[in-house]
């Protein structure tokens, strides 16, 4: 699951109105070191789900190789009172000392419940924003997608011949507008005249709606798809049955269609992961509101496929590089929506972190759709 559509005052009281959008954890934690530590991470999906749970398997996997961390994975839990219980359950029975939370669903009120009951339990959680009010054993983290969605967008265009692509999203937060703009204001820096015509299923996952979507799209005569659903592997392999390329989201999906495959957005979440642990274990004061994207290597572009020539590649290896060192920008003015409104006035950029893209609602000028 993802995460959700959060108010201005929401956002602005979480991130603290900064552009970093962290905020440190004031009293020190629990001094664990020497001994190894339990962390328990709970999923609502299955784990090898080609998809965001397994983004999330990936960091629990990586963490379990630190010499100091023993790691508890529980999957299909659902998001609800049985979640409580399956955080309990790994503190009073397996002694996890540590719980990672990743469905947006788990956060409030049951991480929150639950962290109240257990001040010396720390609890991280993906997606949340967490306030001054909530308890202070909390921590949550995210990351922008925008920069691997840019370059995701570049290849699509490089690769087609003709002048529209097309998106699969799921739901019209914030996070997947944000990621189909970005999508679109690269293939545009390729061809201006490149349209992208946007479907949204309206739910984080349908496979019946997704296949239907895509097949709609192909029998348009798109010769590119990218997506952001929580679970791509259905409409990759359609898009490889149909001979069509595509870009993925989460993990990479490389290998469920080689040839077809473009390359995608992945998470990295074992860097806030890792992060927060290294601060339980150390005692030393840990972020609350963990976010990044490039630089801050919490996002990831996925493997080429077999079809990239290697001049595209090179190509979209130099534009990573920009995105990275800020030298390419994204959001840069004069920008439209799709109504014909600027959103971004001339001669302005906005930095991916910047607090307004956490309330999106508009659709970047050569999207074709909607957001209801």
């Not at 990936?58 to 508890?72: I, K, P, Q, T, Y």
């Not at 922008?144 to 998106?167: H, I, K, N």
């Not at 642990?277 to 996002?299: K, T, W």
């Not at 190509?315 to 959001?331: H, M, Q």
Request: with cysteine.
């Amino acid at each position: 699951m993802k995460s959700y559509h959060p108010t201005r005052r929401t956002v602005l009281r979480g991130l603290g109105g900064s552009a970093v959008g962290v905020m440190t954890f004031g009293i020190k934690s629990v001094v664990l070191a020497e001994e190894s530590i339990t962390v328990g991470f709970l999923a609502v999906d299955n784990w090898n789900d080609y998809g965001y749970t397994q983004s999330h398997l990936e960091s629990a996997n990586a963490l379990g190789e630190r010499g100091d961390v023993s790691v508890l994975k529980e999957e299909g839990v659902p998001e609800g009172v049985e979640v409580q219980k399956a955080m309990k359950s790994m503190i009073e029975l397996s002694g996890a000392s540590v719980i990672v939370a990743t469905a947006w669903g788990y956060y409030d009120p049951h991480v929150l419940e639950v962290a109240a009951e257990y001040p010396d339990v720390h609890f991280l959680h993906c997606g949340g924003i967490w306030t001054p009010e909530q308890p202070p054993n909390v921590a949550t983290y995210f990351a922008y997608t925008d920069e691997v969605a840019y370059a995701a967008g570049f290849v699509a265009a490089r690769m087609v011949s003709s002048d529209q692509l097309g998106f699969l999203g799921s739901k019209p937060i914030p996070e997947i507008l944000r990621f189909a703009n970005s999508f679109t204001i690269a293939a545009r820096t390729v061809n201006p005249d490149i349209t992208t015509k946007l479907v949204l299923t309206g739910e984080w996952t349908n496979p019946v709606r997704e296949a239907e979507a895509t097949n709609s799209l192909i029998d348009q005569g798109i010769q590119a798809i990218g997506c952001d659903v929580d679970i791509p592997k259905v409409f990759i392999e359609t898009c490889a049955k149909r001979q069509t390329f595509c870009t993925g989201m989460h993990v990479s999906q490389r290998d469920l269609a080689p040839d077809w495959f473009l390359t995608g957005a992945e998470w990295n979440w074992i860097t806030p992961v890792d992060r927060f642990i290294s601060a339980v274990v150390s005692g030393e004061p840990y972020e609350h509101n963990m976010r990044g994207g490039l630089g801050q290597d919490m996002v990831k572009i996925s493997p080429y496929g077999n079809a990239v020539p290697d001049d595209i590649r090179q190509e979209a290896d130099a534009v990573v590089e920009e995105l990275k060192s800020g030298s390419r920008g994204i959001y840069v003015g004069e920008l439209r929506d799709n109504q014909g409104n600027v959103v971004v006035p001339e001669g302005e950029t906005l930095p991916v972190d910047d607090v307004s893209l956490e309330l999106t609602e508009w659709l970047v000028e050569g999207i074709v759709g909607s957001t209801t």
